[in-house]
């Protein structure tokens, strides 16, 4: 069998509405996530066993092999199709930064799961392999079918929305990790928000969803930024670029995304930003 190999698409919360912490400990929730056209990028080979290999530019963020929710998934798959732990070479390219809220680490997983299955000839369909992908974190079911959608409950409850347009965009990261745990204690600390699910846009024009946006919210942004003034020095700056529509930090940050009316007005601002900032990880995406 020839090596097999997918894009773990970046994800990103539009918006993010956060309700207070329940008696079980959880956060309910309210959010439209889309997916980019960038991210990291997972490959898969026949083995002799299960093994992981870690590459690219932000590989060495990463705790190490064994710390990888890649490989978690693929032994909850083995255990599910009653094979054991897959025999499979697995590699990743790692180009999206970590602790970033870009979901890259259940992407991550969504992508070698589809991949192990395919490449193995396992009979499971998506929705079998979402419920694995649940298993190893809220965002895993949603980062599996890697599709936009609306997401309820504690992160569970998805409902996928096709009319959502591309929206061009520059995703932003200032070099500073923002581990969601930390980010949930400092929002808890403060004034509590609701997990209100706003109607949809009265159309879905890219200039009337970026209208629609501008009036949510991210709930944790406030906390991101007060634990990491960097995230702060990323909205201002990306404020501050021309022709940008709307700019907010992605799930729990530290990732900022900034919205334009078009592709070439987003990648005009990323080399302006980029020669300002050369230290960030400055990017260029579709959104959707």
Not at 19 to 37: E, K, N, R, T
Not at 198 to 212: L, N, Y
Request: hydrophobic share 50%; aromatic share 4%.
């Amino acid at each position: 069998m020839p090596e097999r190999s997918a894009l773990a698409p970046a994800k990103v919360n539009l918006f993010l509405h956060v309700g207070p912490v329940d008696a079980d400990g959880y956060h309910p929730l309210a959010s439209l996530a889309a997916f980019a056209d960038i991210g990291d990028r997972v490959a898969v080979a026949p083995a002799d066993r299960l093994t992981l290999v870690i590459q690219g530019p932000f590989a060495a963020g990463l705790d190490g092999p064994g710390d990888n929710l890649i490989l978690g998934a693929l032994r909850a798959l083995g255990e599910a199709a009653g094979i054991g732990a897959p025999p499979l070479a697995v590699s990743l390219d790692k180009r999206l930064p970590i602790a970033a809220g870009l979901g890259g680490g259940s992407s991550d997983a969504g992508a070698a799961l589809k991949l192990a299955r395919d490449s193995l000839g396992l009979p499971l369909g998506d929705n079998a392999l979402a419920d694995i992908a649940a298993a190893i974190g809220a965002d895993g079911p949603m980062c599996l079918h890697a599709r936009a959608a609306w997401a309820g409950g504690r992160g569970e409850r998805l409902s996928f929305e096709p009319r959502l347009p591309p929206l061009p965009a520059l995703l932003i990261n200032p070099g500073v990790p923002s581990p969601t745990g930390e980010v949930y204690r400092a929002f808890d600390a403060g004034p509590p928000a609701a997990a209100d699910r706003p109607s949809p846009p009265r159309d879905w024009r890219v200039s009337t969803v970026i209208e629609w946006l501008g009036a949510q919210r991210n709930d944790l942004q406030a906390a991101a930024v007060a634990r990491a003034p960097e995230i702060g020095e990323a909205l201002v700056a990306a404020g501050a670029l021309p022709g940008v529509r709307l700019v907010r930090m992605s799930g729990s940050g530290a990732t900022v995304f900034a919205l334009f009316d078009t592709p070439a007005a987003a990648t005009s601002a990323g080399r302006r930003l980029a020669a300002d900032r050369p230290r960030w990880w400055i990017a260029p995406a579709n959104l959707g």
